[in-house]
């Protein structure tokens, strides 16, 4: 090949590369190189391409925090647990987890011949009571014109009370199951009855199938009305005397994001469990909060300070932006400026423990081995990968 079109070819090449780093735009982050383990470098286009930036540590008085765990919940009467009133044989179930339903709305269909029986007894019961109503009546009558002895007037009063009582009590297993008693006849005993939901809201658990007996004691469904979200919070004994009502709240879903909720103090329990915890009962600012799911574990911080506290009042720590906080396999971490040039920036991962976070400024409660005059990655922290 002649010396011109070799040149001429390598120049193409050249105008090549630069042209694919011109067209990428903002460099991704992942392609800068680790110089050793903890260490990531990043190009001063990669730099400035993604608007990071870099500070230093400052110093700021926070409210004390109590850092406490707990899960979202309801209040109990938001939470109803469906039995079988009479056991019986489940014919139709057509409800699956995450299904929405009504108040009164029929969730399953159970089958038992002892359904039958007990509108039979109430059948028997009701014909016997104007016979026995009346005989009572008529002996009621001879007894006090002295015609008849004492011991059949009370014979037939016992009688019609004790059938009356009867009667009045099969009323209430009846109704029970759902069934009116006025509306039973000869011609139109059952021997199904629809079980019905007692609040609305979401099914949660099914624990029965189309053919599968349910007894008494077992527990069919269970519906959760999740419009009162609510948080219940253990606070270590030691903590307790310092949470008052009204305090406000911040919380995470730390195996869902880092995206922080607020909530205030409602209730503080009375009692020590038997892992020396008490419970405190937090109501939520948004209770409408789509993202929020009963169950969902809960890391919280309880300001037991107000908003508005004197310095006596107030811890003072190392701060930082919350944005320069990054979150690993390993827990917290901030990017310290190891060296830099025209071309390059190099950081190296420093360990740290977090506080509470406030007008967009994290606490740094254990600093490892940040110091207050080191450069830190202040802005961009998100696009580093974990470098574990």
């Known amino acids: 090949m002649k010396p011109k079109y070799s040149s001429f070819i390598i120049g193409l090449v050249l105008v090549f ?3 694919c780093k011109e067209q990428n735009g903002k460099a991704e982050v992942e392609a800068g190189t680790k110089a050793s383990p903890g260490i990531v470098t990043l190009s001063k286009e990669q730099f400035e391409a993604n608007n990071m930036a870099v500070g230093r540590v400052s110093e700021m008085r926070f409210p004390e925090v109590i850092q406490v765990s707990g899960t979202i919940d309801v209040p109990p009467e938001n939470r109803a647990v469906i039995s079988a009133v009479y056991g019986g044989f489940v014919k139709k179930t057509s409800l699956l987890i ?4 009504r108040k009164g709305d029929v969730v399953a269909v159970l089958e038992n011949p002892e359904f039958l029986t007990l509108q039979q007894d109430y059948l028997m019961v009701r014909e016997q009571l104007p016979y026995l109503k009346s005989e009572f009546e008529r002996q009621q009558t001879l007894f006090e014109e002295q015609i008849s002895s004492e011991k059949l007037f009370l014979q037939a009063q016992s009688t019609y009370r004790s059938t009356l009582a009867r009667k009045s009590g099969l009323e209430k297993q009846l109704a029970l199951l759902g069934l009116n008693p006025e509306r039973i006849t000869p011609a139109e005993l059952r021997s199904e009855v629809g079980v019905t939901a007692p609040i609305s809201g979401k099914v949660t658990q099914v624990n029965i199938s189309t053919g599968s007996y349910a007894s008494r004691a077992s527990e069919m469904l269970e519906i959760v009305n999740p419009e009162h979200l609510h948080l219940e919070l253990s606070v270590f004994e030691q903590d307790i005397g310092k949470v008052q009502k009204g305090q406000p709240i911040r919380f995470r879903i730390p195996e869902v994001s880092n995206t922080e909720y607020e909530g205030t103090v409602y ?3 009375s009692s020590i469990d038997k892992n020396r915890t008490v419970k405190v009962h937090g109501h939520l600012k948004d209770e409408s909060d789509t993202s929020l799911m009963v169950g969902m574990f809960v890391q919280a911080d309880i300001w037991v300070t107000p908003g508005t506290v004197t310095e006596n009042e107030t811890l003072k720590y190392m701060a930082l932006p919350a944005e320069a906080i990054g979150s690993g396999t390993s827990g ?3 990017l ?3 060296a830099s040039s025209e071309t390059i920036y190099s950081f190296r991962k420093e360990a740290v423990k977090t506080g509470p ?4 400024f994290t606490a740094i409660t254990d600093p490892g081995n940040l110091k207050d ?8 922290t998100f696009l580093i990968p974990d470098m574990e």
């Not at 995450?98 to 339903?101: A, E, F, T």
């Not at 005059?373 to 961009?380: N, Q």
Request: net charge negative.
């Open 357 to 360: 976070t406030t007008g967009g």
């Open 373 to 380: 005059t080191d450069l830190v990655l202040i802005k961009g």
């Open 332 to 334: 917290s971490f901030v």
């Open 267 to 269: 209730l503080v329990g």
């Open 17 to 19: 590369v630069f042209s």
């Open 336 to 338: 310290v400026q190891e």
């Open 98 to 101: 995450g299904d929405q339903v």
